[in-house]
């Protein structure tokens, strides 16, 4: 069955069962908290969720939602919560290096999407639960309001608060087994921007970087409070790279492409007809 990491490796779980009531979910906390378009979830009982190895870890619950979500406390990827209140596990899929044992059954709170996302397969589609689940919808507000111009982003809990005020370089999906493991993901979702059309405006301090050590760039930056991923700066290239999960408001740029397809999940079809590169685009 398939096996699970973390980016940095001090959390490892094996998934000994079909995942149950597997979905995409494009609620604002899901994105945040990957910082990609959407989570891929579904559940197992709590026996067949193995936890090999389990390191310490964010633990943070939105206000007034019922459910907590969990980050590694090193790197930031997500990681599996404990028991809900339905008596299941909820296992973060995009990072499972396997198949999940049962198929896709649709895509919830899809009247929350990103406007920079656009739903291209056959899978049913709900504004919020799928019908028969009468339970109570939590969102997470646009925490950047400051005043001024630009594109706002934030963190899940909103202590890191940011805004992009340079033209965009590229925004991109990215496949590769990095961007899966850091987000929790089936691809990672990154804008770039010109490292000085970037201006974190509130919670700098509670930033946190890891850094892959036999990587010669990749890092995941995050919130130390809440585990949701924030820019990540990178001086020496002259950029910053956001992910697009992230974003408060539509960036007006749309993902032109995808890279590291020969690294994605073997489960995961791609729908849309942008184009796709093996490895890291042309030049």
């Keep these: 069955m398939p096996e699970a990491r973390c980016l940095c490796g001090d959390h490892v779980w094996r998934v000994d069962a079909p995942l149950q009531f597997l979905h995409h979910c494009h609620c604002g906390m899901c994105r945040k ?67 999940p044992g049962s198929s896709i059954e649709g895509h919830i709170f899809v009247g929350s999407k990103a406007p920079w996302f656009a739903i291209e397969d056959d899978a ?13 919808a939590f969102e997470t507000p646009c925490s950047s309001d400051l005043p001024g111009q630009g594109v706002r982003g934030s963190c899940l809990c909103g202590d890191v608060r940011f805004r992009i005020t340079g033209e965009p370089i590229v925004a991109r999906h990215c496949h590769c087994l990095r961007c899966r493991r850091a987000r929790g993901a089936l691809h990672a979702s990154n804008l770039v921007v010109p490292v000085d059309g970037l201006r974190v405006e509130h919670g700098a301090d509670r930033v946190r970087t890891y850094r892959v050590p036999e990587a010669r760039f990749f890092a995941q930056s995050f919130c130390g409070d809440c585990g949701g991923p924030v820019p990540r700066v990178d001086e020496g290239r002259g950029i910053a790279v956001v992910p697009m999960g992230s974003l408060d408001d539509d960036p007006g740029v749309r993902p032109s492409e995808h890279i590291f397809v020969g690294s994605k999940s073997t489960w995961h079809e791609i729908a849309d007809d942008l184009p796709q590169y093996d490895e890291g685009p042309p030049g």
């Design 33 to 99: 908290h990957q910082g990609s378009a959407y989570s891929t979830v579904g559940a197992v009982a709590p026996e067949h969720l193995v936890r090999l190895r389990e390191g310490a870890a964010i633990a943070y619950q939105s206000p007034g939602s019922p459910l907590s979500r969990f980050s590694c406390e090193r790197c930031g990827s997500p990681v599996p919560p404990g028991v809900s209140q339905i008596g299941l596990v909820w296992v973060i899929a995009g990072s499972l290096e396997g198949e």
């Design 124 to 136: 049913p589609q709900h504004e919020r639960y799928p019908p028969g689940i009468d339970a109570p």
